[in-house]
C-alpha cells in the first residue's frame, strides 16, 4: 500500500450542514472529493454538488488523503475512525483525518495515539464561525496537532476557510474552539439582557447597538446582530462543561450561562433590532 505523499483527495465524512458546505466550496475549488452521509437522501445531495458517494467512512478513507470528519460528537468520531472496517482499519500510511467536529480534547488525543501505529495523522480542526462562514468559505480553523501535517493541508483548507489557527498539539484546537464558544454565548447573553433594559427605559435597541460598537463594551455579537442561528448553544456549553469538570476547574458563569442562552430564540434577537 503506498504510503500518501500530497493531499490530492479530500473525503467528507459527513454531509450535514456543515460538511455540506465545505464539500460544495472543494468542489468548486477543483478538488476530488468522496463523500458518505447515512441520511436518506445523502446521495443524491453528494453527487448534486459534483462530488462522489461512497457509503461508509472506510470507504471514503480508502481512497481519500485527507479526510474530514464533520460528524456530531465524540462517538461518532470514534466509530469513523477506531470503528470496525473504519479509517483506521483501511487508510493508507500517511493519510491525515481531520477531526472537524465538536469534541472533547481527549478524544482527540486518544484518536491520535490510536492511529499512529498505522502512521495516520489525526488532527483536530475545529471549525468557527458557524453556518454562515461556512456558506462563505469564511471559516476560522482552530487546530492542534502537527504543525507539520497542518502544512500539509493547507490548500486544501484554503478552499473553505480564511483563517488556520495553529493552537499546540492533539485537543488543542477543541480547547480554544470552546473558550471562543463560551465568550460568544456569554456575550450574546449579556447583550440581550442590555438591549432589554435600555429599551425599557426609552433608549431604541438599534440606536444603542450603533453607539455600542464604539465603545469598550462592543463585542462581534454585537455588531452582526440577528445573524446567529442559535442551533448548538446546549452542546458548546456541555462541552466546556465537560472540559472544565475533568480539569477539576470551577466555572460558575458557564454553569449559570447553559440555561440562560438555550432559552433564547431568533425571533427574541429579531425583536431587539
Known amino acids: 500500500m503506498a504510503a500518501v505523499e500530497e493531499i490530492r483527495t479530500v473525503g467528507v465524512v459527513g454531509w450535514g450542514r456543515m460538511g455540506a458546505e465545505m464539500g460544495r466550496w ?25 462530488a462522489q458517494f461512497r457509503g ?49 480534547p481527549d478524544t482527540c488525543v486518544r484518536m491520535a495515539e490510536a ?12 471549525l ?14 482552530m487546530c492542534g496537532g502537527d504543525a507539520a501535517v497542518l502544512d500539509r493541508c493547507a ?11 495553529h493552537i499546540g498539539g492533539p485537543g488543542t484546537g477543541q480547547v480554544a ?11 450574546l447573553r449579556a447583550d440581550v439582557e442590555v438591549l432589554r433594559l435600555a429599551r ?3 433608549v431604541a435597541p438599534g440606536r444603542l447597538r450603533s453607539i455600542l460598537g464604539a ?30 469538570e475533568e480539569a477539576g476547574v470551577d466555572v460558575p458563569l458557564v454553569r449559570a450561562l447553559q440555561p440562560l442562552v438555550t432559552e433564547l430564540t431568533r425571533e427574541d434577537l429579531a425583536d431587539l433590532r
Open 26 to 50: 472543494l468542489v468548486e475549488r477543483g478538488w476530488p472529493v468522496l463523500a458518505t452521509d447515512p441520511a436518506p437522501g445523502a446521495e443524491e445531495r453528494v453527487q448534486a454538488a459534483g
Open 200 to 202: 425599557s427605559l426609552g
Open 177 to 187: 474552539k470552546s473558550a471562543n464558544n463560551v465568550l460568544m454565548w456569554t456575550a
Open 115 to 126: 492511529a499512529a501505529d498505522r502512521e495516520i495523522a489525526v488532527v483536530d480542526v475545529a
Open 56 to 104: 461508509s467512512a472506510g470507504d471514503v478513507a480508502r481512497e481519500a488523503d485527507l479526510v474530514l470528519l464533520v460528524v456530531v460528537d465524540d462517538a461518532q468520531v470514534e466509530e469513523a475512525i477506531v470503528g470496525g472496517g473504519g479509517v483506521r482499519d483501511v487508510a493508507r500510511p500517511g493519510t491525515v483525518v481531520a477531526i472537524c467536529a465538536s469534541v472533547r
Open 215 to 244: 465603545g469598550t463594551g462592543g463585542n462581534q455579537v454585537l455588531a452582526d446582530w440577528g445573524l446567529h442561528r442559535l442551533r448548538w448553544p446546549a452542546k458548546d456549553l456541555e462541552v466546556a462543561l465537560a472540559m472544565a
Open 155 to 165: 490548500q486544501a483548507f484554503a478552499a473553505f476557510a480564511t483563517d488556520v489557527c
Open 128 to 141: 468557527v464561525g458557524g453556518e454562515r462562514a461556512a456558506e462563505q468559505a469564511g471559516l476560522t480553523l
